[in-house]
């Protein structure tokens, strides 16, 4: 299916489109970009603008064409698909790595997703969030509205986070973690029976999620046990 593109969005060279997405007024797509199928983007979104970096280039890529050099382009914006991206939210060009956003994600108004971050499917932004650059927020997460990220934070799939806290350390999978600075305080029961798990295996799992203890032995659904096997097998230096 065609993009629907409003004439008075600006979609600069070096940005690619897949097919069916709604891009609103006022928009302003920079390249390089690359963005999947499906995404609605509404008015005044700009997406691949440059990372907030005083060192580094400031291109004026919405009018000029990429150079294909990312030391001066930046290093890209790669969107999935079936992303709804409300008013006013921004999203950065990476420095050294491409900011990559994931799919059926929802990015409430003026959200803000920095430069060389990773963000993975189905994750909820709530309005006037806020991440620092080279953050990881894995799949499935949710931050509140306000919430802040320091840079480099890392953010656990299914994690809950709080309105207005403010986070400046990793926040474990399936945890709720709230206040300034934000602190773990349970373990998201919501989310997990969400995805089918019955209370004897969250519980089971309580330990693990709140580091205390090994990965048990117990049976998942099959997309959850490979995101929780590949969280508990993270590098570990991403702390």
């Keep these: 299916m065609a993009n629907r593109i409003h004439p008075t969005a600006v979609v600069g060279a070096g940005v ?3 097919e069916d997405n709604v891009i609103g007024p006022f928009a302003v797509l920079a390249g390089p970009v ?7 983007i509404g008015p005044h979104v700009t997406i691949g603008t440059p990372g907030e970096d005083r060192s580094r280039p400031h291109p004026a890529a ?21 992303n709804r991206i409300r008013e006013y939210v ?5 420095t050294w790595r491409t900011t990559t956003v994931g799919s059926d994600g929802y990015y409430l108004r003026n959200s803000h997703i920095a430069h060389d971050c990773l963000v993975g499917d189905g994750v909820t932004i709530a309005s006037n969030a806020v991440t620092g650059g080279h953050c990881h927020i894995w799949d499935g997460a949710n931050l509140g509205m ?7 934070v890392v953010i ?53 999620l709140k580091g205390k203890e090994g990965l048990p032995d ?20 991403e702390h």
């Design 16 to 18: 690619e489109l897949g």
């Design 34 to 40: 690359r963005i999947g199928d499906g995404n609605w």
């Design 62 to 82: 919405w009018e000029d064409t990429p150079t294909g050099d990312p030391d001066h382009d930046g290093h890209g914006v790669v969107i999935g698909s079936r």
């Design 90 to 94: 921004s999203v950065h060009q990476g």
């Design 146 to 152: 306000g919430a802040i990220l320091h840079q480099k």
């Design 156 to 208: 656990g799939p299914g994690a809950m986070i709080g309105m207005g806290s403010a986070v400046r350390r990793e926040i474990g999978a399936f945890t709720i973690a709230v206040g300034n600075p934000a602190r773990v305080t349970g373990v998201n029961v919501v989310g997990l029976s969400r995805r089918g798990l019955d209370e004897e295996t969250i519980e089971a799992l309580g330990p693990w």
């Design 218 to 237: 117990v049976t998942l659904p099959h997309d959850l046990s490979t995101l929780v096997k590949a969280w508990d097998a993270r590098p570990r230096e």
